[in-house]
T-cell receptor, first 118, second 119 residues
């Protein structure tokens, strides 16, 4: 079975500060996908990034960056120069790839609520 | 791309009535759709998985007769909450994906959610 742990329940930062959201995962499979989703107060989950287990390259997208380290089973998410619009709940998730059968369900962490204070 | 819509966005109904929630993939054909329930300040709880043209697979503890799921086409899945009661009040979210071997096909795209309040 898979497990995703987001140890930080809530984080508050002042605007323009950098913040890192932690994600630790557990799986016995060697092939898997990791995701980050953003859920703003409106409720919709917004897809941010997908990373497959073969690709340990860090990724940067504007103010967002992701650090994937298989050695520590972590997939951390950093927001630089945070803004009020970044206030949301962020979910880390894992899925096993399609294998010809099954439903490749997402295993979610419990989420981290980020509040960016102006 | 990868836009998923849900309708209605919110609904209030009386106890004992049935409510239907629609989930549509607008710009892609979704072979698989998922239905989740989310309680306040909690993570998403998977209720069921539906593959187009076949019966839904329900998670343990989810009543099949209460939460009817239909996935009649590659762009539409519906969740009907039958004989709704106040304890069914929740935020229901659907997601859609394309079942396949490529990375982008292993990604779930979520709808905006439906807030159900049963009086």
């Amino acid at each position: 079975a898979q497990k995703v742990t987001q140890a930080q329940t809530e984080i508050s930062v002042v605007e323009k500060e950098d913040v890192t959201l932690d994600c630790v995962y557990e799986t016995r499979d060697t092939t898997y996908y990791l995701f980050w989703y953003k859920q703003p107060p409106s409720g919709e989950l917004v897809f941010l990034i997908r990373r497959n287990s073969f690709d340990e390259q860090n990724e940067i997208s504007g103010r967002y960056s992701w650090n994937f380290q298989k050695s520590t089973s972590s997939f951390n998410f950093t927001i630089t120069a945070s803004q009020v619009v970044d206030s949301a709940v962020y979910f880390c998730a894992l899925t096993l790839p399609y294998s010809g059968a099954g439903s490749y369900q997402l295993t979610f962490g419990k989420g981290t609520k980020l509040s960016v204070i102006p | 791309g990868a836009v998923v819509s849900q309708h209605p966005s919110w609904v209030i109904c009386k106890s004992g009535t049935s409510v239907k929630i629609e989930c549509r993939s607008l710009d892609f054909q979704a072979t698989t759709m998922f239905w989740y329930r989310q309680f306040p300040k909690q993570s998403l709880m998977l209720m069921a998985t539906s593959n187009e043209g076949s019966k839904a697979t329900y998670e343990q503890g989810v009543e099949k007769d209460k939460f009817l799921i239909n996935h009649a086409s590659l762009t539409l899945s519906t969740l009907t909450v039958t004989s709704a009661h106040p304890e069914d009040s929740s935020f229901y979210i659907c997601s859609a994906s394309v079942r396949g071997w490529y990375p982008e096909q292993n990604t779930q795209y979520f709808g905006p959610g439906t807030r159900l309040t049963v009086l």
